[in-house]
Every structure is written in structure tokens, then in C-alpha cells.
């Protein structure tokens, strides 16, 4: 890919869309220069992410994994959709499945996901609940590569947050969504500036 393209970055999500439309926003205003969301992919047709993305003027893919044999074949097809978009790398954004062998081999170290934790303290769903149910006393995002592992993958980035006696799981996640939205755009900034190398679990940046 010429340094000069874009990258062509498709979005992965299931709900509401937060991460993908603050993508999205930071794309057209110029704020990611060099990256183009071409497409939304979205396993919960009806989804809020769906008509949201559409309204912003990116193309949605809606299918259903129930609609499939297998995994597989699942992301099989939704392969195809991101090949006809000639798509260079994914982001998922509250994408709540697995990523499987078919995606991740198609696409090795150009898939990122974010996660509202400091990997690898408190994966899966819930984070915000088990970090203050825990009583940690700081706590953040976590951008990171994706493997067959939830939630493992290289970190690309981590930006951190108290967690306030008061907080709920409801309050923290609001606090902790700005810094979700900041971290997820310098990352994907600078993987489609070619900053990022990854030796071994680390995550190596490079000076533009």
C-alpha cells in the first residue's frame, strides 16, 4: 500500500455505535487523515451502530452468525464483503464476538480491538464492574492487536483513570468513554502512518 493511500479501515460492532461513529466523525472532519472507514459490519441487524453509520454515510453490512453453518463460513462471508471493499485493516468497536481463524488470518496484526480495562486485569464483559467490585484504584482503556485469545492480543496503548469512591459501573463507563474514543483514534492514526511494529507481546512506535 503507497504511504500516500488511506486506509481503507472497516468497523466491526454490535450495539450502539459510540466508538464506531466518534471513527467515523474523526475521518470526514480530518482528525484521521489517513484512514477512510469503508464499511460497517454489524452481527445485530437493527443495531443503533447500523442506522447511525449509515447516517454518517458509510456503508453497513448487517448479517447475522445464526444465519451460517459455523463460524467459519460466517466470517467467510463476511470476508468477501471486506475483500470487495479492498478493506487493509479492522477495528473492532464494541464488537461482542470472538474473532476467528478465518478474519485473523486474513488480516494478521490488522485487526485492533479496545477494551475499558487495563489488559490483562479484567477481560471479558463487565470490566468496569469487576474493577471496582475488585476495589482497584485506578483503572483505563486498553487498545490492543488481536489474536485467538480474548482480550490477549499486543497492546498498542493504555491510558489510565482513578476510579472515584462514588463510581459505579455506570459512571465509570461514562468517564471512561472520552478516553476510549482518544485512545482508539491515536492508534488507529498511527497504524495508517505505519508507526507500529510489533516484537514478540510488544508494541514498538516509531516517530512520524
Known amino acids: 500500500m503507497p504511504a500516500e493511500s488511506p486506509l481503507r479501515l472497516a468497523i466491526f460492532a454490535s450495539g450502539r455505535g459510540s466508538n464506531a461513529l466518534s471513527i467515523i466523525r474523526a475521518a470526514k472532519e480530518g482528525r484521521l487523515s489517513r484512514v477512510e472507514p469503508v464499511l460497517v459490519v454489524c452481527d445485530k441487524p437493527g443495531a443503533p451502530v447500523a442506522t447511525r453509520s449509515r447516517e454518517e454515510g458509510v456503508p453497513v453490512l448487517e448479517i447475522r452468525p445464526r444465519d451460517f453453518d459455523s463460524k467459519d463460513a460466517y466470517e467467510g462471508a463476511i470476508l468477501e464483503h471486506l475483500r470487495e471493499k479492498s478493506v487493509d485493516a479492522v477495528a473492532l468497536a464494541g464488537y461482542m464476538r470472538l474473532v476467528g481463524p478465518v478474519l485473523i488470518g486474513s488480516f ?101
Open 108 to 208: 494478521p496484526d490488522r485487526i485492533l480491538n479496545i477494551h475499558p480495562s487495563l489488559l490483562p486485569s479484567f477481560p471479558g464483559l463487565a470490566a468496569q464492574k469487576q474493577a471496582i467490585d475488585y476495589g482497584v484504584k485506578m483503572t483505563g482503556v486498553t487498545v490492543h492487536f488481536v489474536d485467538l485469545l480474548m482480550d490477549h492480543g499486543p497492546v498498542i496503548m493504555q491510558k489510565c483513570l482513578p476510579i472515584l469512591p462514588e463510581d459505579t459501573e455506570e459512571s465509570l463507563s461514562r468517564r471512561l468513554l472520552p478516553i476510549e474514543h482518544e485512545a482508539y483514534l491515536e492508534s488507529l492514526d498511527a497504524l495508517s502512518r505505519g508507526r507500529l511494529r510489533i516484537e514478540g507481546r510488544r508494541v514498538l512506535w516509531s516517530a512520524d
